[in-house]
C-alpha cells in the first residue's frame, strides 16, 4: 500500500550520490509492501545551473504540497563568487523558511564501532548520546533589516537583526521538552542573556514555559560560550540542548565532530503539527556537499540513510521500520564495514554502494 | 624608576585572590627598580554593592585617563537577577566601549606539562598555539536597536543588531596580519558570509586588506561552524584566526578548552596607538569569577599573571621581564606544583599563594 509522499532534492556534490542509496531502501521497502511515491527536483548549484536559481517556486510550491523532503546537500567552489540571494545556501534557508520548519533537531550519538574515531579521549564520548535542538526559521538568519550600504566616506556599513518573539522561543522549546521527556529527562537552555536581549527573552520564555507545563523536566541555562566549553569538557552531562538559529549552527557542528561520526550524522527540521497530527518536515545528511569527494563514489551513505529512518519514524511512524534500518547499520559497521571517511585499520574498505550492498544485505 | 601606572580592578569572586598575586611580582619588580604606581577601584558585583552601578563615571574617567587596566573578573549568583543594566558584565562591557579596546588577543596554548589534560588527544594538542584575535567593541553586543518590546497580544518581541563598518573590521583585520608576521604568518578569517550581510562585508574587507597591505601573509576564509569543527577536528592547522565579538566569544572559549589549561590563559583587550605609538589596553585572566571556589584561596593565579607578563609586553615593552614571567611560571610547573585545578597524581598540590611563592621564588 502506498504509505505517502516524498520529495527528492539531492543538490550538489555527494548529495545526488548517498541519495541514491536512499532509493534502495525504499525499493526494499516496496518490496515488503511499503510504497512511497517518489519526485525529485532540483536544488542549490544545480538549480542554479539549470533555472538561474538556487530554488524554483515551482519546486518550492512541489515541496509545500507533499510536505516531505528528504535533502542532499548543496554548495560548491563553483559558486562561491555568486551573490548572495544566488548563493547554493539560499535555496536551503527558502525551504526553511517557507515550509516553517522551525525545530531541527540534530542527534551527535556515538557509534560504539567509531568511538576511537573522536579526537576526544574516548571514555568522554563512549555511549555519548547528545540531542542538539535548534531553532531553525527565526533570529539572525532572516531577521530585518539586513544589507549593506554604501557610506558617504566610500566606507560600507553591513547589517543584520537577531530577532525572536515569545511563541517562535516557546513553540521550538516545546518540542525540546517533549524530547526530554522520551530521553533523560534534562533541557539545557543556551543563550546569551548577559549580552544579548533575545537571550534574556530566550531565558525567561523557557523558564515560564518549563514552570507552567513542564515541571517534571529539569531545566538548565547556559551560556553559549560556556556551552562550547562544557561540550569538549564533560559532552556527556547534556541531554537536550535547545538553542537559537545561529548557536545551534555552531553547537551543533561542533558536537558533531566530538562524535567522531561526522559523515554518520542525521537531522530532521520539522514543522508545527497539523489537525490530523502530521508535521511537514525535511531531513538531510549533516555533512555538506563535500566537493572534494564528490564524483568518486567513496562518499559515506549512512548520514543520509540514518536521515532516511528519521523520516519514517517522525513522518510516517514507522518506527519498527526506522529501527530495522539502524539496527542494519549499526551491525554492517560491527562486521567491519567502512567508507573512506571512517577507515581503520583491519576494517573493509567499501565505496558508496558497497555499503549500500552491505545495509541491503543486512536487512 | 617609575615606568607607568596601573588601575587594578580585581572584581569579583577569585578575581581578588588571584590579584594579590600580581601585586607581589610588581613588588619583585620594584625591588629591581622597575616600579609601577598602583591605584585600585571597584567593578562588578563589587561596584554595585557600594555604588549601585557596576561602574562608576569616575572608575571609567580614571580608567580612560591611567590606560592600563588590570582586571580580575566579574559575576556570581548573588547578581543574577539584576536587571540587564545593572549586571556585572556591563561593567565590562563599559570598560571595552569606552577605552575602545576593539582587539582581543586571546591565546590559547598548551603548556607542555599539562598536555594530559586535555580532553582531546595528547598527539592533537602538544605543542598548541592559536591565537584568537577577537573584535571587542562591534558587533551585536553593541548594535543598535535593541531591547524587548510589548505587543498587543501580550507577546514579547527582543531585537539586537550586529553592525559592522569596513574601518572596524579592517583594524582588527590589521592586528591580525601583524600578529601573523610575527608568528607563522598564516590569518583564519572566520564569519557566516553564506548567511550574514555582516559576514559578507568582513569576508571582502579582511581580503581586499591582505592583497592590499600584507600579500606576504596566507589568508583563508572559514565559516563559523566549521571552524568551531576544526578547532575540534585538528586545532593545530591555525596560527591567527580573526573573527567577530560574538563568534570570537564561543570560538575562544572552546579553543581555550581544548588546551586544558583553562585556569592558565590571558587575555589582552588592546586600542589604537596614539601618536606615541601608546595603546590603551585591559589585561584579563580568561577564567570567570568562578564563585564556587571564590574565598577558599585554592584559585589559580596563573591565568593572572600571564596576564600580567602581556601587559608588560604590550604595554610597557618589558618583553625580556614578561619573558622571565613567562619562563617562571613554566619552570614550577615543570617542577610539579599544582593549584586545585590542574591537581595531577604525583604533584605538589599549593594554594593561590603557594602557587605565588613558588613562582617568586623561582624568579
Ligand atoms: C549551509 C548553511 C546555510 C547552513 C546553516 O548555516 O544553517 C549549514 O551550515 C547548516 O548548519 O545547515
Ligand atoms: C562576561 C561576558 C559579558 C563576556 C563576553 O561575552 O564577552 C565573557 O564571556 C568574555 O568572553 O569575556
Not at 130 to 135: A, H, K, P, S, Y
Not at 162 to 182: D, H, M, N, P, W
Not at 232 to 258: E, H, W, Y
Amino acid at each position: 500500500a502506498q504509505v505517502g509522499r516524498i520529495l527528492f532534492l539531492p543538490g550538489d556534490g555527494i548529495g545526488a550520490e548517498v541519495m541514491t542509496e536512499v532509493r534502495r531502501v525504499i525499493g526494499w521497502l516496496a518490496r515488503r509492501g511499503i510504497e512511497f511515491a517518489v519526485e525529485e527536483d532540483l536544488v542549490g548549484g544545480a538549480a542554479y545551473d539549470v533555472h538561474g536559481v538556487p530554488l524554483t517556486d515551482a519546486t518550492m510550491a512541489k515541496a509545500n504540497e507533499i510536505g516531505t523532503v528528504m535533502f542532499g546537500a548543496v554548495g560548491g567552489p563553483k559558486y562561491d563568487d555568486l551573490p548572495f540571494a544566488l548563493k547554493p545556501e539560499r535555496g536551503l534557508l527558502r525551504l526553511r523558511k517557507e515550509m516553517d520548519l522551525f525545530a531541527n533537531l540534530r542527534p551527535a550519538i556515538v557509534f560504539p564501532a567509531l568511538a576511537g574515531a573522536s579526537s576526544l579521549k574516548p571514555e568522554l564520548v563512549e555511549g555519548l548520546d547528545v540531542m542538539i535542538l535548534r531553532e531553525l526559521t527565526g533570529g539572525v538568519y532572516f531577521g530585518e533589516p539586513r544589507g549593506i550600504t554604501e557610506l558617504a566616506d566610500g566606507q560600507k556599513r553591513a547589517v543584520d537583526t537577531q530577532v525572536y518573539t515569545t511563541s517562535e522561543i516557546e513553540r521550538v522549546a516545546r518540542v525540546g521538552f517533549e524530547l526530554a521527556r522520551k530521553r533523560r529527562n534534562k533541557v539545557h537552555s543556551v543563550e546569551k542573556a548577559n549580552v544579548m536581549h533575545t537571550g534574556v527573552l530566550w531565558r525567561q520564555t523557557v523558564q515560564a514555559l518549563r514552570d507552567r507545563d513542564y515541571p517534571d523536566v529539569e531545566l538548565e541555562h547556559m551560556y553559549a560560550d560556556n556551552c562550547a566549553m562544557q561540550l569538549v569538557r564533560r559532552p556527556k552531562q547534556f541531554d537536550v540542548i535547545v538553542t537559537d538559529n545561529l548557536f545551534g549552527d555552531l553547537l551543533s557542528d561542533c558536537a558533531a565532530m566530538l562524535t567522531g561520526s561526522l559523515g554518520m550524522l542525521p537531522s530532521a527540521s520539522l514543522g508545527a503539527a497539523d489537525a490530523n497530527g502530521r508535521r511537514k518536515a525535511m531531513y538531510e545528511p549533516v555533512h555538506g556537499s563535500a566537493p572534494d569527494i564528490a564524483g568518486q563514489g567513496i562518499a559515506n551513505p549512512i548520514a543520509c540513510l540514518m536521515s532516511f529512518a528519521m523520516l519514517l519514524r517522525y513522518s510516517f511512524d514507522l518506527g519498527a521500520e526506522a529501527d530495522r534500518l539502524e539496527k542494519a547499520i549499526s551491525n554492517v559497521l560491527d562486521q567491519g564495514y567502512r567508507t573512506a571517511d571512517i577507515a581503520q585499520d583491519g576494517c573493509t574498505r567499501v565505496s558508496t554502494s558497497g555499503m549500500g550492498d552491505a545495509i541491503l544485505k543486512e536487512l
